[in-house]
């Protein structure tokens, strides 16, 4: 052991470790707690290991504490707690009995006390305080027989709790607070003794030398009070979770770490339902300025949440989203005057009475609505009733419970509410019983019903991230997400090829800048997937999506046709396929389009009345398809949705009769039904409704032979969206087919063929601070790819001469077009940028180019294959 070699020296520093129950309650996890509290050692600092009870044992000492007469029920609960100690002690290897033995005959004889029978409070707090004895006596042990010279520190010795004003005698005793602050002398001395000591979370004594009890999580709280008594150079918090997240990451997998809060912004996520941190721990380690980390015993090398005083230098952002449910409201209107002076006195005084602290507060000039939230009282229906006969002396009262408390945490939470917007048109259906924004500028608090709050974290922080009011790219504050950290990215996603193929990309760059540069292998691939599936019978190639003609030869090589919107988009498609692979799908078009379109012997879709009503002659004869409104849109932005009234697409399905009747009268053969309800779907059942709906429709028509289902099969933009499932979609749509074997089923994609293939490489022209925000100028913006402005589409963007640099800073990356919204891409984290490095745009294969203007007189980037 190298602990000898490099013992602290006499003003060596603290530092308090402190590790949960399942931690403490196996072989291995005894052995990291050794190493880490080693490691500090190591390296020449004082340890104090505080920890709690073996996991499962608080629970049946409450258990205890709670069995009133039932004598026989404490009997078996002892024993179970005694062979969980035994079978600790075994598995750990201790061969000296007499320690735990004290423990456990101190257990056997609080069990038969006679105070049991009436759960006297000193007692029930001895009883409760028995698991971190035990668990620190076998640790003290296992530790020292492990070469990790341990001592044993009795906590009640040290911490000692003083009664709070107006606290209840449950509080006293099971509730306990024990003011801290620095005691050099209590450092001294037990430095004198030892370098590593072990100690018990949860329990204090009172003045009259009694145990006495912290509360639930009351452990992370002693590891604060001896944090604070020994002003340690550091507490850390040893649990299974990196550290402190701007979500619950059970719910919200995309929440991200939160590397550095302060002690305020930490204290009100804890608070406000972050259970990973008991919110009492912060003041005592706030008001000793010891800086506070969580960590997480599976990933010692992660480095956590870090809290101390300092604020990062960062703009304002929202930190977290939480929600605490079982809230309970009381709403008190006041019968007597408006604005009736002592009102409040009253009330509130009724709230003291029963013991009851009030969380939140809204009042209007004859009401008060406050909140009572249930982890810090006792809230049950007798407590309740008898505060409202009481308050009923005084006013009106109403009780709404169960509730729901959402709060957005965040330092300056006033200057974000320009960007909330967006995040609170979320509670738009809900009923919102009271909103209250935080004296301090720390939170913005909505309650909700209990009911209404399912799903409803996971979507506000998806908001939150997307509004940028959670500045979620920022590596001042947040670090990776819960899901890289603990999960691996979304099934499916594949190395980019741009990351092999960087040299030669560079070497492009260097000829010029902007430029597109399109992977034909990359095509090749993805056409040979589509074909690869079993139920589409025909495949067309959406070719607005990229219409560069090495591209679509690769497509029309692989046996897809091509579908067409314009008389040049069918012009060059006719180059490069037979007409029977050529659908014409306009929309809006003039009629000369039309005939166009038949004299090249395309498929025409019509999707209005209007040609077959004013146009009859152009018609007439032919085969055609019937585009129809299905009556929603699907997709990424709701400028892709292509369904509903409210979008130009599409023949209304209450229409279809006329239309009907429309073409019979012009000898007009529907051939085919089409419906194409946005793009960028990543749910595979979407297109097995469009095929069911489509093949019911079918139904009132003669002659269909074709079911064109449309395109809109998505990429996803970011690692953490699932991949869209081909299998799953084969499988649904011959599942679906089997039901309609007479139709052919047709799709038409075009992002899915051309997105990933293409890169933009744009070269640095400037960079510029201003405020907190660092931007990075590009040769090329909205001109050449025009997504982010348009549909807030979000695109990986790297520095691509940079590479392998720590991406340690964060970027506005813009371009030179006379337009706010000429940004590419908002709040990335690139290695820090200099005049000239190529910066790459990825997934821009599709929409990009097709989609590229000459605004401000600036040509779009150039494009080129490899
Ligand atoms: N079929 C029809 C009738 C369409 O209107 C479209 C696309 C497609 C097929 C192909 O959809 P895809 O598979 O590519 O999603 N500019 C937007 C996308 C607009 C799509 C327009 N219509 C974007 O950049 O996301």
Not at 678 to 695: F, P
Request: hydrophobic share 45%; glycine share 8%; with cysteine.
């Amino acid at each position: 052991m190298n602990s000898l070699a490099t013992a602290p020296g006499a003003h060596a520093g603290w530092v308090v470790v402190k590790f949960g129950g399942t931690s403490v309650s196996t072989r291995p996890r005894w052995d990291t707690i050794r190493r880490i509290a080693n490691d500090w050692h190591a390296r020449g600092k004082r340890v104090l290991i505080v920890v709690s009870a073996l996991s499962g044992i608080t629970d049946k000492l409450k258990a205890i504490a709670e069995a009133g007469g039932d004598r026989s029920r404490r009997e078996a609960l002892r024993a179970e707690i005694v062979a969980r100690h035994e079978a600790m002690f075994a598995e750990l290897g201790l061969t000296e009995r007499a320690p735990l033995q004290y423990w456990l005959d101190r257990l056997t004889a609080l069990a038969v006390d006679a105070r049991a029978e009436t759960g006297d409070l000193p007692w029930q707090a001895e009883v409760l305080a028995l698991g971190e004895q035990l668990s620190s006596t076998l640790g003290q042990a296992y530790l020292t027989a492990q070469g990790l010279a341990t001592r044993w520190l009795d906590a009640r010795e040290h911490l000692l709790a003083q009664a709070m004003p107006n606290q209840t005698a449950w509080g006293c005793y099971l509730s306990a607070s024990v003011p801290t602050a620095p005691d050099p002398a209590l450092a001294a001395a037990l430095a004198a003794h030892a370098d590593v000591f072990i100690s018990q979370g949860f329990m204090a004594r009172n003045a009259d030398g009694e145990t006495v009890i912290l509360g639930r999580g009351g452990s992370d709280t002693s590891a604060a009070y001896f944090g604070a008594l020994l002003k340690a150079e550091k507490v850390e918090i040893w649990t299974d979770v990196a550290g402190m997240f701007s979500a619950n990451p059970r719910i919200v997998p995309a929440a991200r770490l939160l590397s550095r809060l302060d002690y305020e912004e930490a204290q009100e996520i804890a608070t406000t339902g972050a259970k990973v941190l008991h919110p009492r721990c912060l003041n005592p380690v706030r008001e000793a300025q010891v800086p506070l980390a969580v960590r997480d015993t599976n990933r010692p090398e992660l480095a956590g949440t870090e809290i101390g005083a300092t604020v990062a230098a960062a703009a304002p952002s929202v930190k977290a989203v939480s929600e605490r449910r079982g809230i309970t409201l009381i709403s008190m209107e006041s019968i007597g005057m408006w604005q009736q002076v002592g009102f409040l006195a009253d009330v509130f005084e009724r709230f003291k009475r029963h013991g009851l602290s009030i969380d939140l507060i809204g009042s209007a000039e004859t009401n008060v609505t406050v909140s009572l939230d249930p982890s810090e009282n006792l809230v049950n229906s007798d407590v309740l009733s008898a505060l409202a006969a009481d308050l009923a002396e005084v006013c009106r009262v109403k009780v709404i419970a169960p509730c729901a408390a959402i709060t957005l945490v965040g330092r300056g939470m006033r200057s974000l509410l320009p960007r909330l917007a967006g995040v609170l048109a979320e509670f738009d259906l809900l009923r919102v019983h009271l909103v209250s924004q935080s004296s301090n500028n720390l939170n913005l608090t909505i309650v909700v019903d209990e009911a209404a709050a399912d799903g409803l974290v996971p979507t506000l922080h998806a908001a939150l991230v997307k509004s940028e009011a959670l500045r979620a790219e920022d590596p001042a504050v947040f670090g990776p997400a819960w899901s890289e950290l603990y999960a691996s990215a979304a099934p499916g996603h594949e190395t980019p090829w741009w990351q092999q193929r960087r040299d030669d990309l560079l070497a492009l760059a260097a000829q010029s800048t902007p430029r597109y540069v399109y992977d034909l292998a990359t095509v090749r691939e993805r056409a040979r997937r589509l074909r690869a599936l079993a139920a589409p019978d025909r495949w067309f190639y959406a070719l607005k999506a990229n219409s560069r003609p090495e591209l679509l030869q690769v497509i029309a090589e692989a046996g897809l046709g091509l579908e067409c919107v314009s008389p040049a988009e069918l012009e060059l498609a006719a180059t490069l396929v037979p007409s029977e692979r050529l659908l014409f799908t306009p929309n809006f078009a003039p009629r000369a389009e039309y005939a166009a379109a038949f004299a090249r012997g395309a498929r025409v879709t019509l999707d209005n009345l209007h040609p077959l009503q004013h146009w009859g002659e152009t018609f007439r004869g032919r085969e055609i398809l019937l585009r129809v409104d299905l009556g929603a849109g699907r997709g990424h932005h709701d400028k892709v949705r292509t369904g509903g009234a409210g979008s130009k697409f599409g023949l209304s399905l209450d229409q279809i009769e006329e239309f009907r009747q429309l073409a019979r009268r012009h000898d007009v053969a529907v051939v085919g039904l089409h419906a194409h309800l946005g793009s960028g779907i990543l749910d595979a059942q979407h297109w097995r409704e469009v095929y069911a709906q489509l093949a019911a429709l079918a139904q009132r028509f003669t002659r269909i032979e074709a079911i064109n289902i449309g395109g809109g099969l998505g990429v996803p933009a970011r690692a953490d969206e699932a991949v869209l499932d081909l299998a799953a979609l084969d499988a649904c749509l011959t599942e679906i087919k089997q039901a309609y074997p007479q139709f052919e089923l047709w799709m038409e994609p075009g992002r899915y063929l051309v997105a990933e293939a293409g890169v933009l490489l744009a070269r640095v022209t400037q960079t510029k601070r201003k405020g907190d925000y660092c931007y990075v100028g590009v040769d090329t913006g909205m001109n050449s790819l025009i997504r982010p402005a348009l549909y807030e589409a979000w695109h990986e963007i790297v520095n691509l001469t940079r590479l392998d640099e720590p991406a340690d800073t964060l970027y506005q990356v813009v371009g030179p077009i006379c337009e706010s919204g000429d940004v590419l891409g908002s709040n990335r984290r690139l290695p820090g940028c200099r005049e000239g490095d190529v910066i790459l745009i990825a997934q821009a294969g599709a929409y990009g180019a097709t989609m590229a203007s000459r605004y401000n007189l600036r040509e779009p980037a150039a494009e080129s294959v490899i």
